[in-house]
Nanobody, 123 residues
Framework: QVQLVESGGGLVQAGGSLRLSCAAS????????MYWFRQAPGKERDFVAS????????AYADSVRGRSTISRDNGKNTVYLQMNSLKPEDTAVYFC????????????????WGKGTLVTVSS
């Protein structure tokens, strides 16, 4: 059974930093592209970042590029999202996803999802 478990969310002041983690089990982690998406209240789930199998390739949404870094540790079956210079508009539930089909597949096509971790940024 595939499980993705996010952690690391919390309440932080604007300008602060957080590192989110997503621990995966039940799948060959080093053969999966990994994704971070986020969903703010009343809004759709939006792409944040993705990373290739080896970690050599990454992609970011414009809204977080330059402030966030996605990385992975295949030995620990874990993907991370380091977020710096956080803004109130970063407040959302952050979800981890896994799929084998590529860096830029549609949100609706991602095979596996975690349950999310809440990030709240106060002004």
């Amino acid at each position: 059974q595939v499980q993705l478990v996010e952690s690391g969310g919390g309440l932080v002041q604007a300008g602060g930093s957080l590192r989110l983690s997503c621990a995966a089990s039940g799948l060959p982690f080093n053969r999966y592209f990994m994704y971070w998406f986020r969903q703010a209240p009343g809004k759709e789930r939006d792409f944040v970042a993705s990373i290739s199998w080896s970690g050599a390739r990454t992609a970011y949404a414009d809204s977080v590029r330059g402030r966030s870094t996605i990385s992975r540790d295949n030995g620990k079956n874990t993907v991370y999202l380091q977020m710096n210079s956080l803004k109130p508009e970063d407040t959302a539930v952050y979800f981890c996803g896994a799929d084998q089909r590529g860096m830029s597949i549609s949100r609706d096509d991602i095979l596996y999802w975690g349950k999310g971790t809440l990030v709240t940024v106060s002004s």
